[in-house]
Each structure stands twice: as C-alpha cells, then as structure tokens.
C-alpha cells in the first residue's frame, strides 16, 4: 500500500491531527513572514515589475512543492489519488480570480498574507482582514442569488495531464521550464524598473536541480494501475482467493436496505446483458471505463460501499482489481454475479420470460435465457426481503477513508 | 543595541523585543524553496494543501452563529459551516489559520518586524491606505469565497497539484491585478 497521504484523525484522534494541522499553519505563516509577504508594498510592486520578490517566491514554492509531490508519487511514497486536487469550477474560478485581482492591487494583501501582516501588527494589514471578514459574510449573503452561476461549469478533478492530454512527466518538465522562464524575465524586468540587487549565483544551480528533478520525474513515470495493483498484491491476493471480497447474495439484499451505508453497485457487463437484467439503481459502467470514473468513486462519502458485478465473476474481479489498486476504499465483489442472483432470487415472473438455463454458459455468459429485455423493471431486481430468508455470513467492513473531501479554502 | 539600568529592566525588555531594527527578509528563492518544502509537508502528511481563506469564512460563520444562529441554519451556504449544532470552527483548514497567524508572528518578533506601522505608498494618507485595504480585503475575500479558494488555497495549492481550474484562477488573480495597477498606480508609487 502506498503509505502517504496519512489519515489522520482516524489514526492519531481529533487533538493529534488539528495539533498537526496547527503545526503546518505555523510553518506556513513563518515562512511567509521571512520571505516579506508582510510588507504590502512589495507585494503590490511585482505589479510595477519594480520587485518580483513576492512572484519568485510564489513561482519558486509551486515548482518546488510540485517536484517533490510528484517525485514522491513516482517512487511510490505519496498517493496522488488520494490528495485534494481543486475541482474545476470554469466561470465562478474566472470571475473570482479577477475580483481577487481587483482586491489584490487595491488591499495590496491576500489572505494568507494579510493575516501574517495582523500578527505583526500591520495596521494596513489588520483592515485588510476586516476587510475580508466583512467580504466573507457579504458573500455568504448572496450566494443563494448566484448558485447557477456558482455551481455551474463544473468540471470535477481536472489536471493539466487531462487538459494537453501528456503524461505527469511532460506536465512537470513543462511547468519547471516555464516558471524558469518567468523568473528569467521578471529579473530582466525587475532590474528595468526597479534598482534591486542581483540575486545570487546560486540561483543557476537551483534552476538546473529543478530541471534535472522533472526530467528523473519524467523518465521514472508514475505508478500505473497495474504497478500499484503489483505494490497490493502480496497482501490483498490471498485475501482475494480467501473469499474476503466477495460479497453473497443475502447480504447485498441486505445492504440494499441498510440506510446507514450508501451503497454503490457498478454493473460492468456490456450494455446488452444489462440491459436484459440488472439490479434496481445500479450503475452501468463497462469495465473499459471503470478507471474513468476512479475519482468520482474516492470523492464520495466515507460510508460509501461498492459491490462490483458481472454475469460471473471474472469481469467483476478485474474491475475490484483496478479500483482496490487506485484507493478506492470499501470495494466488493456480487459472489457468483448475476447468474447466482437470479438463482437466489429469480421468480415465478422471471420465469415467465425465461426460455431457460443455458445448457453450456461461458464463463461471464448470462446463463438465463431471457426473451425479453427486462431491465430493472421485475421483482429480481429488487427483491423484498421478506419474501426470502438466507443465512449469509457478513463480510462488509469500513475502512478508513485516507481522502480529504474538501480542500483548502473549502 | 544600548544598555539598561536594572529597576526597569523588564519593561525594556518588552520594548526592545518590538523595536528593534528590523532584520532584513530572507533572500526570494530560499523563501520560495521553504515554501513549496512546507507546502509538500501538507500534502504529504495529510493530503490536504495549504489555505487561508476558509478559515476566515469559519471565523465570521462562527460568530454570526453566536449573533444570529436562526439566520445561519436558514442560508444554505452557512448551514454547511454552522448548521445546527456544527461548530464552524471545528475544522483543520481554522487550525491552519490560526497556526498562520501564530508562525507570522513568531517569525516576526524574532526578527524584529512585528511592529505598529502602516506600509503604503509614499504619495498617499495612512487613513487613505486603511480604507483603500478595507475595500480590498472585502473584495479579495468575496472573490476567494466565489473561486472556492484564494492565493493560497487555489493558486498555490492548486497550481503544485496541477489542477487545472486552479492555473486558470491563478492567471485571472494575476491577470486582473496587472491589468488595474497602472490605473491605481498612485496608491503605491
């Protein structure tokens, strides 16, 4: 298992894990109070170009944090599945942005600057976190007015590696040579319009270990499903074979009706066995794409259960497979698929439109033969418990959810 | 750098932690290296990135909570934060504030910079930046709680994880402060 992201709290309890969080902020708040970002009129002249001190260090601390996030993934230390990567909300993102801007030049802080600057007594500073408190309420006032514009253009978690459609590495190289780049050129601006010292030499070596980073970063690669299914191997392969996963009948009858847990059933069979028969609410996901929607799968709730399912097995165990591999918590498999549903809980209905068991099924081969396409609409697919009693011995337990399910400014 | 005579030897204690020159801030890279290792530690450790907006968000939500608790279990957007019977301020990213707040000032009495000033343009009144930082701080914060995160929570954070709305936040912050300074350029030059 890739040991990082830690969860924290279910680890090490509440007090533990917010001394932690209280830790960070404080490392945060001296670094940016030792870099100046205190003293608003530096911050507002990389405006002018006449210090770009606040943009270097800005530029400089993305490029460093990003080598060493991904760095840390290609080894196989850090789950990048498993950090909050901002979702994309196109518009509001704009808009916002640019009132920021607005906001920016004007209060010549940011939040996180204008707090170091009320620690250290900034009388400028302290009205720009007034300021910001009245900002926050003031927004909290009208959001109900603007929730499409709000919510709307939502994009989920969408990376540059999905935007140009190039892998981590390439991303990374690009990223590195292009705050070079900016750096380069806000020097040159600087000592134009400004008469700031000439930063140290030192900076050429720096620029050249970033370089060399994204490039080992680009050549190692990051781990792919199978070689993180490869890394779980060892300790959830027997327990695979044990029959640790696989979930019987009963007690996905069961779960349907537990309201504690929010159950997720992912049929991945092809569209036309789906189509003939598939349990009531679940979702249609053939397992070409289930690694598309890895994502959605980790964002949701921490008392989320799924239950893959196929006609057989076989596809349903691959698709465990993929998710277990890429941190998806609390994944499960329909013991016998749907072929040993239907004869837990076929009926006389179903029956009515069952030509018959199929003397030699294949394996994943619907062994019923429907004549027509019942979908979800037959008792089968949802089948009142009370109507069948099965011991089953329960083999559902939560796991931790390693996650976050919000971000920063959430 | 002079010394005291002992009988008020305590209070010039005090008064030299607070006025003593100022040393001068770290060199912009190192800076930036230091930030980008602390913000690395917070994806690391916990998965989450580094923020400051939401804290203040939890803040105010937590005091309209005291003031007018109906009011905040009516708007959606507070019911989230304080709800009910939710705390607003039991969260990490109020740890992450509050710790800024704390290292800022660490950083700052140890290097002799946590002093009263106002720091402004040459050609304008201390009561002219005040309001003009008010304005900007009620504008930033709107636009942070609209874009679902500020500089550090989107462009920083955001920007190190490759997230793409959080690139197009960070150009739009920076694309719209260049695109006003020149028409403000009296407040600071």
């Known amino acids: 298992m890739i040991p990082f992201p830690l969860s924290l709290e279910p680890m090490f309890g509440k007090l533990i894990a917010y001394l932690i969080f209280l830790a960070i902020g404080f490392l945060f708040g001296f670094v940016l109070e030792s870099a100046g970002f205190n003293h608003s009129p530096t911050l507002a002249a990389q405006f002018y170009f006449k210090d770009l001190r606040v943009f270097k260090v800005f530029f400089t601390a ?33 808009v916002g942005g640019l009132i920021m801007g607005v906001g920016f030049i004007l209060g010549g802080f940011c939040p996180g600057t204008s707090l170091v600057a009320l620690a250290t007594f900034k009388i400028d500073g302290i009205f720009f976190v ?7 309420f003031a927004f909290s006032e009208v959001v109900d007015k603007i929730t499409y514009f709000y919510n709307g253009s939502y994009f989920g978690r969408v990376t540059l590696m999905d935007i140009f459609d190039l892998p981590v590495g390439v991303i990374v190289i690009l990223v590195t040579l ?167 809980y076929g009926t006389p209905y179903e029956e009515d439109f069952c030509a018959g068991e199929k003397e030699t099924a294949a394996d994943e081969e619907l062994r019923y033969d429907f004549t027509i396409a019942l979908g979800a609409g037959c008792p089968a697919a949802f089948p009142d418990p009370e109507k069948f009693e099965y011991e089953f011995e329960p083999k559902i337990q939560l796991e931790l959810k390693r996650a976050p399910s919000s971000g920063g400014c959430g | 750098m002079s010394t005291t005579t002992p009988p008020i030897k305590k209070e010039s204690t005090l008064k030299r ?3 003593r020159p100022g040393k001068p801030y770290i060199n912009s890279y190192l800076g930036g290296v230091l930030l980008g290792i602390v913000l690395f530690i ?23 909570d005291l003031v007018a608790p109906d009011h ?30 704390l290292g800022g000032f660490v950083s700052g009495l140890i290097n002799g910079r946590a002093k009263f000033e106002t720091n402004k343009g040459p050609n304008i009144s201390n009561r002219t930046r005040w309001i003009v930082a008010f304005f900007g701080g009620m504008l930033f914060t709107f636009g942070a709680r609209m874009a679902r995160g500020c500089t550090s929570g989107q462009a920083l954070s955001g920007g190190a994880t490759l997230s793409a709305g959080s690139w197009v936040v960070m150009f739009a912050i920076f694309g719209g402060a260049y695109a006003l300074a020149y028409f403000v350029r009296k407040l600071w030059n």
């Open chain 1, 130 to 136: 007034l300021g910001g408190l009245f900002g926050v």
């Open chain 1, 62 to 94: 993305i490029v460093v944090a990003m080598l060493l996030i991904f760095g840390a993934s290609a080894i196989g230390l850090l789950d990048y599945n498993l950090i909050w990567v901002n979702p994309t909300y196109l518009w509001s993102g704009i």
């Open chain 2, 17 to 19: 932690l607070f006025s």
């Open chain 1, 178 to 344: 292009m705050a070079i780049f900016m750096l380069w050129g806000g020097e040159k601006l600087e000592q134009k319009f400004g008469d700031k010292a000439p930063e140290p030499k030192a900076r050429y070596i720096g620029a050249g270990v970033f370089v060399l980073l994204a490039v080992v970063i680009a050549i190692l690669g990051q781990p792919t499903t199978e070689d993180r299914w490869e890394m779980l191997a060892p300790e959830k392969q027997p327990l695979l074979e044990q029959r640790t996963y696989q979930i019987a009948p009963p007690e996905l009858l069961h779960t349907m009706h537990e309201h504690k847990l929010n159950l997720v059933m992912i049929d991945v069979r092809d569209e036309a066995d789906y189509n003939i028969f598939h349990l009531l609410d679940a979702e249609h996901i053939p397992l070409d794409e289930v690694s598309d929607h890895i994502h959605d799968f980790i964002a949701m709730p921490p008392n989320t259960v799924f239950v893959v399912m196929s006609n057989d097995e076989t596809a349903a165990t691959e698709a465990w497979k993929i998710m277990t591999a890429e941190s998806v918590p609390n994944v499960y498999i329909l013991d016998g698929g749907i072929n040993n549903w239907l004869t837990f």
């Open chain 2, 42 to 64: 917070s994806y690391f450790i916990t998965g989450n990135g580094l923020g400051a907006s939401g804290g203040l968000s939890r803040y105010v939500a937590f005091v309209e």
């Open chain 2, 72 to 101: 905040v279990n009516r708007v959606p957007y507070l019911i989230s934060m304080a709800g009910g019977d939710l705390n607003a301020l039991d969260n990490w990213i109020v740890m992450v504030s509050t710790g800024v707040i």
